[in-house]
């Protein structure tokens, strides 16, 4: 059920960014749009939250090893 409801999320967040020409007034990025979101409540909003969290994390762990001790 989570997970279906995490793919209507990305679905629905996916059909809302067209690229119709209103990029121009939308000044929010994607990751801010998400942040929002994640914090709304909307049922299922808590598990973008955690995705962010966990990409997050993700990076920082591909920045570190990433990274060259001197």
Known sequence: MTRTLII???LAAACGRSGSGDASRDTLTERQHDSILAK???PGASAVGRAL????STNARIHGTDSVPP
């Open 40 to 42: 709304s409540s909307i």
């Open 53 to 56: 969290k966990a990409a997050d």
């Open 8 to 10: 209507g999320l990305v």
